[in-house]
């Protein structure tokens, strides 16, 4: 009887061999004994810039429609949370395996329609279980912690206080206008918005004209968060209309600078000004034209 031959191996993913790779990477970079003094310098604390930066630079690979910087700097974010994962696993707190189950099991559980054969009727169906589900999870979390009689929910602006906190603030402030407008924090129509605006603007020119600059500083603030709610008013991203006239006005810039040799120094505001709308046209003209006829 001829013997049984063995299952041949399986071939390894070659997603999960990337990623151990990359795990492997890093605990060499923080290892005491043949490390990177940088790396091994980093905390939590210290890798909040670098957090940040590369969440942006992600979210200017996605604008701009660039796979292979997209991909690149998917890479760098990725690395901040092997990097953070990899930190806590030295004290014992928590591992990369553990951030990853963690969130495996969230989405599971925040998706019965899709594990568990809840019905879900469109996206809005789905937002509002993923709300329900996650105020449950924070009930049962207090009741852990508190025994058998849990505390009656946060108010709306501690635990908004605490969504925010990370989030830079345009973004913060969007979230802000939102969930107070779910709550009935709201205007009656969108010209009580526009009044508001209109309002916050006057106040602001009485503050710059004081001089009190704290004031002035304030004052600014309200007008910006005024403007985000005409945003949500209007289903408008205030931070991707930012982000598109920052790119537009570097753009334009771009163009002055090189039609002045990169000399800036000592122009007219006549003559700058000429060259801004030059260069808008030009701009113009080059997106409305077809493939092929730009000049």
Request: glycine share 10%; charged share 30%; proline share 2%.
């Given at each position: 009887m001829a013997p049984r031959m063995a299952e041949p191996a399986a071939s390894p993913d070659p997603t999960l061999t990337a990623l151990a790779e990359l795990v492997a990477v890093v605990d060499q970079l923080r290892d005491p004994a043949v490390g990177c003094p940088w790396d091994l310098e980093q905390t939590h604390a210290s890798l909040i810039?670098?957090?940040?930066?590369?969440?942006?630079?992600?979210?200017?690979?996605?604008?701009?429609?660039?796979?292979?910087?997209?991909?690149?700097?998917?890479?760098?974010?990725?690395?901040?949370?092997?990097?953070?994962?990899?930190?806590?696993?030295?004290?014992?707190?928590?591992d990369l395996a553990s951030v990853a189950r963690g969130i495996s099991a969230k989405l599971i559980r925040r998706h019965p329609h899709v594990f568990a054969g809840a019905p879900a009727a469109d996206s809005q169906a789905v937002r509002a279980s993923w709300e329900a589900i996650k105020a449950e999870e924070k009930r049962q979390a207090a009741a852990a912690a508190g025994g058998s009689d849990p505390p009656s929910p946060s108010p709306l602006s501690e635990r908004l206080a605490g969504k925010v906190r990370g989030l830079p603030a345009l973004a913060g402030a969007m979230?802000?206008?939102?969930?107070?407008?779910?709550?009935?924090?709201?205007?009656?129509?969108?010209?009580?918005?526009?009044?508001?605006?209109?309002?916050e603007l006057d106040e602001l020119k009485e503050a710059v004209a004081s001089g009190d600059r704290?004031?002035?500083?304030?004052?600014?603030?309200?007008?910006?968060?005024?403007?985000?709610?005409?945003?949500?008013?209007?289903?408008?991203?205030?931070?991707?209309?930012?982000?598109?006239?920052?790119?537009?006005?570097?753009?334009?810039?771009?163009?002055?600078?090189?039609?002045?040799?990169?000399?800036?120094?000592?122009?007219s505001l006549a003559e700058l000004e000429a060259l801004w709308r030059q260069a808008k046209a030009a701009i113009r003209a080059e997106t409305a034209a077809p493939p092929g006829d730009a000049p």
């Open positions: 810039p670098y957090v940040l930066e590369e969440a942006h630079e992600v979210a200017d690979a996605i604008r701009h429609g660039d796979d292979a910087h997209l991909a690149e700097e998917l890479g760098d974010l990725l690395l901040q949370v092997v990097l953070h994962a990899r930190i806590a696993q030295e004290s014992g707190r928590f979230a802000i206008s939102r969930k107070a407008a779910a709550a009935g924090f709201e205007w009656d129509d969108l010209e009580g918005v526009w009044r508001k605006v209109h309002e704290p004031h002035a500083e304030t004052e600014l603030g309200d007008v910006l968060f005024t403007l985000v709610n005409v945003g949500r008013w209007c289903g408008l991203d205030p931070e991707e209309g930012l982000a598109g006239t920052n790119r537009r006005f570097l753009e334009r810039f771009a163009r002055v600078e090189a039609a002045l040799g990169g000399e800036l120094t000592g122009r």
